[in-house]
């Protein structure tokens, strides 16, 4: 019979994403997360495997508690106010947090060992899948007439996650709030319309 866990998962991983947020996953030692998670390595080891597949449940539950701002920007009924929702959401969560500023995703994938080439891969087919339901939802909204014919839509979806991640990038450095929103609103200035 197994020793029962004498942590909570979900706080160890919180802590743990926290950490990963603020130094990524090369920046992040077993002794930071050892620290910050309260929990001794071999009971990390037992309850998550190893390092990756701490980061990968860690990134999980990036995408499912703090970009779930993206999937609901999807279902507005316009494609500027979706490229809107999604830009000041992430200047809000960029911001947030003085610890860890930025994007977890982002800042995991910039730089990197041939040993972390998963988490890199894993980070890019996130943003890329990201990318793609924005495509799809701009190809919808023209369709729907709301994007006027010439609209190219990848590249609009690329635009907006260009900026999206920039300002990522932007904010580790120390761009604050008001700069972020006014990148937003220079970026929104040129979105396409039939009016």
């Known amino acids: 019979?197994?020793?029962?866990?004498?942590?909570?998962?979900?706080?160890?991983?919180?802590?743990?994403?926290?950490?990963?947020?603020r130094k990524g996953y090369e920046g992040a030692s077993y002794t930071d997360l050892t620290q910050a998670t309260g929990v001794e390595r071999p009971a990390l080891y037992s309850a998550f495997g190893n390092k990756e597949t701490l980061f990968l449940r860690a990134l999980e539950r990036y995408y499912d508690h703090h970009l779930s701002f993206f999937p609901a920007a999807l279902e507005l009924p316009t494609s500027r106010q979706v490229a809107l929702h999604i830009l000041r959401s992430a200047v809000e969560?960029?911001?947030?947090?003085?610890?860890?500023?930025?994007?977890l995703?982002?800042?995991?994938?910039?730089?990197?060992?041939?040993?972390?080439?998963?988490?890199?891969?894993?980070?890019?087919?996130?943003?890329?899948a990201g990318e793609a339901a924005l495509r799809e939802r701009l190809e919808r909204a023209q369709r729907e007439g709301d994007l006027p014919a010439t609209a190219n839509c990848s590249v609009l979806a690329a635009y907006v996650c260009a900026v999206l991640h920039g300002m990522a990038v932007q904010a580790?450095?120390?761009?604050?709030?008001?700069?972020?929103?006014?990148?937003?609103?220079?970026?929104?200035?040129?979105w396409p319309s039939d009016q």
């Open 172 to 190: 580790k450095a120390g761009f604050d709030r008001g700069m972020l929103e006014m990148v937003v609103d220079q970026a929104m200035s040129s």
């Open 93 to 103: 969560l960029n911001t947030r947090y003085p610890e860890h500023t930025g994007c």
């Open 105 to 128: 995703g982002i800042h995991g994938a910039l730089a990197g060992s041939d040993d972390a080439e998963p988490i890199r891969q894993a980070l890019i087919d996130a943003r890329a």
């Open 1 to 21: 019979m197994g020793r029962r866990r004498e942590f909570d998962v979900n706080q160890a991983l919180d802590a743990a994403l926290a950490v990963f947020w």
